[in-house]
Nanobody, 114 residues
């Protein structure tokens, strides 16, 4: 399985970006799939995920601003990010889990200027 993330870039505070994560190489269904981020000098943290119980979880810091969605026909997960803040600056990684297996995408950089 390969996860290809795209959509990052430079945006001013208050702006929007949409990230995409396309999965390829297998047709099985993931137990969980979503987005994490890692800011400079900080640990990687969960942003939004379709969890193993079939629900969506968001980090408190992005609730009301970010929306995760998926297109199963395209094996793609999206992260719509609105009202971006400088604190959202990070490398964003998509992550997928199936059984005991975990995959990470290569990361896409989001930079929010003030």
């Amino acid at each position: 399985v390969q996860l290809q993330a795209s959509g990052g870039g430079l945006v001013q505070a208050g702006g929007s970006l949409r990230l995409s994560c396309a999965a390829s190489g297998s047709t099985f269904v993931f137990n969980a799939i979503g987005w994490y981020r890692q800011a400079p000098g900080k640990q990687r943290e969960l942003v939004a995920i379709f969890n193993s119980a079939g629900r969506i979880d968001y980090a408190d810091s992005v609730k009301g601003r970010f929306t995760i969605s998926r297109d199963n026909a395209k094996n793609t997960v999206y992260l719509q990010m609105n009202s971006l803040k400088p604190g959202d600056t990070a490398v964003y990684y998509c992550n997928a889990i199936s059984g005991w297996n975990t995959w990470w995408g290569q990361g896409t950089l989001v930079t929010v200027s003030s």
